[in-house]
């Protein structure tokens, strides 16, 4: 018999695969290595000592061995070798226990049945990672098992979800200003938010900065000087007019305001309506029916924020305009979008607006805002903005003469992320203060990337996206108050950096107040991302992708879910517990371009690219599958080019509002917008949208809002009903 033909092998020689690592911060502490443990070992290792001022509790470092053991306690995470029987949810059996030790029995029975006499049992990968969580194939029915879905298999996680039903679901659309008579609807704090964690928030979590030396440390930091008026005009951008015409007022009966830039107009101008007495004169003005302003900040804005923990009756908005690019500059070599820019000049409007009434929650018409401070920069253009949202009681500024707006985070084209202390003399009147910012508090930037987005995490830590898909956190607070060499001082380094995302990061936002350890995050490549940062290299879960990247992401407290857009029309919300799937609470008819939730009620606002602002509620929709929901377009701002000159972005507005509430059916219509198969999307003036809307984050003025257009206006109003 012949000897069969020997193995071919091949000539090469054999080598091992060479392996590829992320290494930016290579003297740092922070790390991108396979696990996260190995990020917070480093940490703690070069620090030496335990941060206690977090306000986010950090769980203890496990070994391997214990790690697959072990069930997650963020998100009920459960390793192959637990046994069905021993799963359970928040520490009780449930239903979902129940199912879960039915499936796992019938599976072995039939894995018996096939004749499995395998001698040894297959170990587990060490790569297996189980969420918990029964994938629901079919249609969820049922009040309870809606609940058990998207909140929690315990009763003690729907708590604070059913206490939210109960107070505002009777509101369909616009909250109330007040509570009736049975003490439901009106501004409450959230439930899952409660006093004892505010009242810790605002003292002690404030420590750092009043008691341990933090705010000495921002201020040898942060150099700023006072500019005069003629120098201060320069860093302000110059719009293409002195001015911006447009129609306001009752249908049928608009007038026609010529607003020039840097000043505002009341809305009572275009509403007031005037009464003949008996003479035929005018003798009286009907009651305002319309609270708000109207102010021309010249150009398109692309940020605009609320500060926060301001009681009193002025309530301050942070605003930030485009730099108009000249009409024969050509199309540029670089992205810009992955390319710091140049060190341009910019600036930050800060208007003071005044409240009158109970707890100042009235718009006060008869004093106009003032531009009460510019903070001028060389950082390049404003990409966004951010207050602190932490509760904070202001110690001993009034003592100082002072007044602090707190710590405001932004980012700006050059690709850093940057935090200043602002602060103003409280006896500079109603004048308009120029401050120049040479260096800020604190500046960060990771090597080799650019900072796309920002959110705060707690009072001393910031999370940023960047352009290269990589998630960084920095400790504000130990990079101010450690003695680290200058180039750690200029640039320090982050507690964690992680890669994320394969592309540009779009959008960054934290559960914060109940879960700031839940991150989520958009990106180009078509995902939305739940991180959970006590364990972020294995408790992630994706979302569905998405065609068209989403750009706006918020979060819900009262649902304990995150608020996003989906392709062109649907605004959907993604549950923490069951963030793979998503529940649609209202359609647009355009794109929409920025979203905003309330602090104090469940109302959600959606800016849109035909200059309509959309409000609805989620809390029918989304516990109550069967009902009908409803919206209402709170008003509607529309642009056209001037015929003569319109080159420049010259034209002229019209504000139209009075839409009804509407009931809108959220399945999506293959016929719609279809023509021969291709979905078509109207494409609108960039001058038209509203692009950017924000709820006020103090208690007395939660009803207000402040919505900016393309065209260099904003609307702030009372929408409280």
Known sequence: MANPSPVRRSARKRQSNQRYSFE?????????????????NTHNLS??????????????????????????????????????EEVSFNGEDSDVSRDMERDHSAKQSKSDRMGNRSNGKKEPSK?????????????????????????GSDQRDWVSVLRSRDQWLAEPTLPRREPDEKDIGGMHHLFSHTEEKRNMEAGVGWD??????????????QKSRTLRSNEGIHYIPKPPKPSHKFLMGPYGKQKVFDLPNGLSTSLNEAWAKSISGSSGKASSKEKAKRDGWILNAGTGVRCLDWATNQDAETQ???????????????????????????????CIQIWSIKGRGSNYGYLDSSKPPDLRLVICTEWGDVKQLKWCPMPRIFRDEGSRGRVS???????????????????????????????????????????????????????????????????AIWDIAGANLEKNSRTNALNPS?????????????????????????????????????????????DQVLSSRSRIASSTLVYCEPLLSFVSTEENDFIRIYPLRCFYTSVSIARADSFPLCLSVGNFHPTVLIGCADGSLIATNPIRKTLYRKVQQYQQTVFRHEWARSPDNGEGGIGMSRWTEGYKVVSMALQRDSTQQAQEGIVMSTIYEEQEGVTQVVWNPNLGCGGWIAASMGSGLVRVQDLAI
Not at 26 to 39: G, I, K, L, T, W
Not at 55 to 84: C, K, Y
Request: proline share 6%; aromatic share 10%; net charge negative.
């Open 24 to 40: 930016s911060f290579e003297d740092s502490s922070a790390s991108s290595s396979d696990s996260e443990y190995e990020v917070e």
């Open 494 to 538: 982050p507690w964690l950096y992680i890669y994320l995302h394969q592309s540009y990061i779009l959008a960054i936002c934290s559960a914060y107040p109940s879960h700031p350890h839940f991150l989520a995050t958009s990106s180009m490549d078509g995902f939305m991302r739940l991180t959970d940062l006590r364990a972020p290299n294995t």
């Open 47 to 84: 620090h030496g000592r335990k941060d206690d001022r977090l306000i986010i509790e950090r769980a203890e470092i496990p070994s391997e061995d214990t790690l697959m053991h072990d069930v997650s306690n963020g998100s009920e995470i459960a390793t192959p070798d637990e046994n069905a």
């Open 208 to 221: 750092w900065y009043y008691d341990q030396g933090g705010r000495e440390s921002f201020r040898e930091r």
């Open 127 to 151: 790569h297996e990672h189980f969420r918990g969580l029964i994938e629901q194939t079919k249609h969820i029915q049922g009040k309870e098992a809606v609940m058990k879905q998207f909140f």
């Open 316 to 346: 301050y908005l942070a605003i930030a305009t485009l730099v108009p690019k000249p009409a024969n500059q050509g199309l540029s070599q670089v992205s810009p979008a992955y390319t710091p820019s140049p060190p341009l000049r910019s």
């Open 405 to 471: 707006l707190g710590l405001l985070a932004g980012i700006w084209t050059d690709g850093f992320v940057r935090i200043l202390d602002v602060q103003f003399d409280k006896l500079g009147g109603s004048t308009t203060t120029c401050v120049k910012y040479e260096t800020p508090a604190f500046q960060a930037r990771p090597p080799n990337t650019l900072c796309t987005c920002i959110t705060w995490l707690s009072a001393t830590d910031i999370a940023v996206g960047c352009a290269n898909g990589f998630l």
